[in-house]
């Protein structure tokens, strides 16, 4: 069932109440300050699934060509064991629902946000743990525990080049009504490849960090914080975050492709952007509700949006 939020995060704490809007705008509107895109170059949504609940994250699988959607299904960060996966293929068209539904089939599953694919395997933060499912299967693969750090609000995860786990933590606190306020602490964790676990940074200049991202080029990670109005950059090691690149703010979902290009969404005007060096510009948007997460499928020059508000998957082409 669609589920109901007494608020959402954002710079301030609270954006406001959400509900899933029942109207899908077929539209485009291109930005009101930027230069208008030719006809012929502009973006295109060629999919619309809107039958999730929840979608928070997406990760496009090259290998089997799909992408696969976290849905929280349910309030965030509440075990309730009822979290699926949907595949999504490269065409739009729905798959698997429940390809990963918890409960069934050996898997535990509550409210599966941020995901990364390694190879043949899907990592998916599922409040305080993180879980590994086959991408072929779904099958269970492993589980590692993440309570020994006390985690509050866990939200994205992405590997170093050295196999090692780092995890957000939004540091946001929910109330019995499902009202959400920032206490902190904001967090980075880390997962090393033997399994242990630890707090790999503490620090209120992280912004309520919400996305992560390795790039390979520069050998630190990406930051999209949800509470500030800058991509940040991080080393581990480092005691701070770097602000990079000033933007709209409400930042969310970021992946840097292996050319080297970075999308981040943003809930402040509901858009995609890529970063070129330090400057943020819109790939998509205004859209008509606030994308949560992204992935691209370069071999098709294609990418998913999931929208969590919305409950939703849109398919766009991009400009080129």
Not at 81 to 96: A, H, L, P, T
Not at 199 to 225: H, M, Q
């Amino acid at each position: 069932m669609p589920f109901r939020w007494h608020g959402i995060v954002g710079s301030a704490g609270i954006i406001g109440a959400v509900t899933a809007p029942g109207v899908v705008v077929e539209r485009w509107v291109s930005a009101g300050s930027e230069p208008p895109v030719a006809a012929a170059s502009a973006p295109r949504r060629v999919a619309v699934v809107d039958s999730l609940s929840g979608s928070e994250a997406v990760s496009y699988d090259s290998t089997h060509d799909a992408y696969l959607v976290s849905n929280i299904n349910g309030t965030p960060q509440v075990k309730d064991g009822n979290g699926f996966i949907s595949r999504i293929g490269s065409d739009g068209k729905m798959d698997s629902l429940h390809f990963i539904q918890g409960g069934r089939n050996g898997v535990v599953l509550n409210g599966p946000m941020g995901s990364r694919i390694r190879g043949d395997t899907l990592w998916v933060v599922d409040i305080d743990a993180v879980r590994a499912f086959d991408t072929g299967s779904g099958r269970p693969i492993t589980s590692i525990d993440l309570t020994p750090v006390h985690p509050v609000f866990t939200n994205d995860l992405d590997f170093d080049s050295n196999g090692d786990i780092y995890i957000t933590d939004t540091g946001v606190h929910s109330d019995s009504r499902g009202t959400l306020e920032h206490k902190g602490p904001d967090r980075i964790y880390r997962v090393s490849r033997k399994g242990q676990v630890t707090v790999a940074l503490e620090s209120t200049a992280l912004n309520e960090p919400d996305g992560i991202a390795w790039n390979a080029r520069d050998r630190d990670f990406l930051l999209a914080p949800i509470g500030g109005r800058a991509i940040q950059t991080w080393k581990p090691g480092q005691r701070a975050p770097v602000n990079l690149s000033p933007g709209a703010g409400k930042f969310d979902g970021i992946e840097v492709e292996s050319d080297g290009r970075a999308f981040i969404t943003s809930w402040a005007d509901s858009s995609v952007f890529q970063l070129d060096g330090t400057r943020l510009h819109r790939s998509l948007g205004p859209l008509d509700a606030p994308p949560a997460d992204i992935s691209l499928d370069q071999r098709n020059g294609r990418i998913g949006v999931v929208f969590l508000t919305a409950d939703r998957f849109e398919l766009w082409t991009l400009s080129k």
